[in-house]
């Protein structure tokens, strides 16, 4: 059984020390006191009810109790499916977990010819292929090797395809691949260590200094804002999560000053783990953290920007059609919740939230639109800017020709 890792951090303000289940208690990076390196943090903008800012968590699922698995690592997302490596408690084999946007557990997978005891660290994904019958090609590491395999959905398989090795020692813990180049970026996760972008070979195509505690990666491939990687790292952040997100140019490998950590709302605390990126989720650009937490693990969906393109392709926008116009999400929710809806002609819409004896608690738009998928969100307030409490509340969607209402559930 493990030991237990205690991080020990000085911020400016404040010290902090956590304790936790998950990879990080086994494997301390550095010993003793370290000072934070002074860093631009990222101004922090309260919601709106019609916007969202950087850094607000959209997301979250509880994976532990789901998987069954406390030692959750790795996080992948192919726009349909989340894929999470683990640990499976410290029993042999290693897993990987499948698992869908609704909390359904699709399948679980052994890892494959591995004797180490954590498994795969965070994970990649080239691009290469996804369809109804799997996903082509992943990348994980346990050590200095790079291994890559596929998940077939047709037999619930994992292909296990070899091995190659990269730069990173003693294990390529964090992992982000740009597809436009075919580059990796690793890091070892020790603040004394590199970070390096390399090719499929192993080549190492260039290296910069790392002064953070890194166990997840990501590349943004958004084509008007992105170009960048993200890193998420064991940071102190001054709160009980030590969750940091830091951005870095791609190409140059300097790192931009942007920092900005976030505050899941269904756990006590937590460290971080994986990270990727996904384009034009439920209309968003969206970083996928796995923070192992207290009391369960979660992946948690933190957002970066609104997609230009609205409801991008591979969301189920059958479920805005005719038959079905106004969606709430989550449901319940325990956090900010989004409404899209859909328009079928120019007009005046209004949207409406009302508590469960019929009175009006908050307007969130009432104008003229254009037709199309519209999106706006609640953040559980009402017209005083109040907390509501728990219970099952109504949003109405009324337009020219039509009236429509939604049910759903608040949780505190």
């Not at 080239?126 to 395999?149: A, C, E, H, M, N």
């Not at 740009?178 to 390399?198: P, R, V």
Request: proline share 4%; aromatic share 12%; hydrophobic share 40%.
């Amino acid at each position: 059984m493990k030991g237990c890792r205690r991080l020990l951090l000085i911020p400016v303000l404040a010290v902090f020390s956590l304790s936790l289940t998950g990879e990080d208690r086994a494997e301390p990076l550095s010993d003793g006191i370290r000072e934070m390196p002074a860093r631009e943090q990222i101004p922090r903008v309260a919601r709106t009810l019609r916007d969202t800012t950087l850094g607000d968590v959209v997301f979250e699922m509880d994976v532990q109790t789901l998987t069954g698995d406390f030692q959750l690592l790795g996080l992948e997302f192919d726009g349909t499916y989340f894929y999470v490596t683990g640990a499976n408690g410290g029993a042999d084999p290693n897993k990987v977990y499948v698992i869908d946007t609704a909390g359904n557990l699709v399948m679980v997978l052994d890892q494959i010819g591995l004797g180490e005891y954590w498994g795969w660290r965070d994970l990649a994904w080239d691009g290469t292929y996804v369809g109804p019958d799997g996903i082509d090609t992943l990348f994980g590491s346990y050590d200095r090797q790079i291994d890559k395999f596929g998940i077939s959905f047709s037999d619930s398989s994992l292909a296990h395809y070899g091995t190659f090795q990269g730069p990173a020692y003693p294990l390529n813990r964090a992992l982000a691949y740009m597809e436009d180049s075919a580059w990796f970026y690793t890091s070892s996760g020790d603040t004394l260590s590199l970070n390096y972008k390399f090719n499929k070979a192993g080549f190492v195509i260039d290296t910069c200094s790392n002064d953070y505690f890194m166990y997840g990666a990501a590349y943004d491939s958004d084509v008007s804002e992105g170009g960048y990687v993200w890193w998420h790292s064991q940071d102190s952040t001054g709160t009980p999560f030590y969750c940091v997100i830091e951005q870095m140019d791609a190409m140059t490998m300097d790192f931009t000053g942007f920092v900005f950590d976030y505050v899941p709302s269904t756990i006590m605390s937590g460290i971080a783990g994986g990270l990727c990126f996904h384009e034009g989720f439920r209309g968003m650009d969206v970083l996928f953290a796995l923070v192992q937490g207290d009391p369960v693990d979660i992946i948690v969906g933190i957002f970066l920007r609104h997609h230009e393109t609205g409801i991008a392709e591979g969301y189920e926008i059958r479920h805005l059609d005719s038959q079905n116009a106004l969606s709430v999400w989550p449901n319940p929710a325990n956090g900010l919740v989004m409404i899209s809806y859909s328009i079928n002609m120019p007009g005046k819409a209004s949207l409406h939230v009302y508590d469960r004896n019929g009175c009006r608690i908050k307007t969130l738009t009432d104008e003229h639109h254009i037709a199309g998928v519209i999106t706006s969100y609640w953040d559980g307030r009402d017209e005083q800017d109040r907390d509501v409490p728990s219970g099952v509340y109504f949003v109405t969607l009324l337009t020219q020709n039509r009236c429509e209402t939604s049910k759903m559930i608040l949780v505190r």
